[in-house]
């Protein structure tokens, strides 16, 4: 092969690789469209429809009730636990994280990414279970934080996405009335307890995996 052909063969194999990356992961994350099927197995194509019924029933609630209290600035710390985790992406990787939250109780949070990342803050109640999950924001950013308020005796948290071709970092810290964590990742759910809880909470979200495709509105 001649020299003068290697850079037009490089040049033809990344056109074929960008267009890929394309129609695999980009159609399906910003317009829905799954032509493979992967957007659907990765939960790529729930971020290109965020209207939903659980998003629905969140801001409902809101409308009625504090529950997420953003702010600008870090917020002050909530009586209870203390709490930090970080987890690496990779690209087109999601993570779901969830902590075990008894009504009313207050929790202070913070996250950021290495950069931006989609996100979907719900939470699953243990009377009801997944059939009555509520979201309260489904967006894409860098950082978030503020103050959340527990509508009911659940597990709430958050489902994160990197829809970027490079790894990136989470790092999430929180205060408050958390009694118990747990990931939802590849491998199944992980039991994540937390350092000093006084007061457990008993139930779960019968059947919860990690959020997929499936579990946003058609």
């Known amino acids: 092969m001649s020299s003068s052909r290697k850079p037009l063969i490089v040049g033809v194999g990344a056109v074929v690789?960008?267009?890929?990356?394309g129609v695999l992961f980009v159609l399906p994350a910003e317009t829905g469209w799954d032509p493979t099927g992967v957007g659907e197995a990765t939960g790529l194509v729930k971020i290109a429809n965020p209207d939903n019924p659980e998003l629905?029933?969140?801001m409902a609630r809101m409308a009625e009730q504090d529950v997420l209290l953003p702010s600008d600035n870090a917020p002050a710390p909530e009586d209870g636990v203390m709490d930090s985790w970080e987890y690496e992406l990779g690209p087109f990787e999601s993570v779901e994280f969830k902590y075990t939250i008894p009504e009313g109780s207050r929790v202070a949070f913070r996250w950021e990414g290495s950069d931006v990342l989609n996100y979907d803050m719900h939470a699953h109640p243990f009377d009801g279970g997944e059939e009555m999950t509520?979201?309260?924001?489904?967006?894409?950013?860098q950082i978030m934080q503020?103050?959340?308020?527990?509508?009911f005796t659940g597990i709430h948290g958050w489902y994160w996405q990197n829809r970027s071709l490079d790894n990136v970092t989470l790092s999430l810290e929180t205060s408050g009335g958390m009694t118990h964590?747990?990931?939802f990742g590849p491998v199944g759910p992980v039991e994540r307890p937390l350092e000093g809880v006084e007061n457990?909470?008993?139930g779960s979200a019968a059947g919860h995996q990690m959020q997929d495709a499936d579990e946003v509105a058609e």
């Open 200 to 202: 457990t909470v008993e």
């Open 56 to 58: 629905e029933r969140g």
């Open 146 to 151: 503020g103050v959340y308020i527990a509508p």
């Open 17 to 21: 690789a960008v267009s890929a990356i």
């Open 134 to 141: 509520e979201s309260f924001g489904v967006d894409e950013a």
């Open 181 to 183: 964590s747990t990931i």
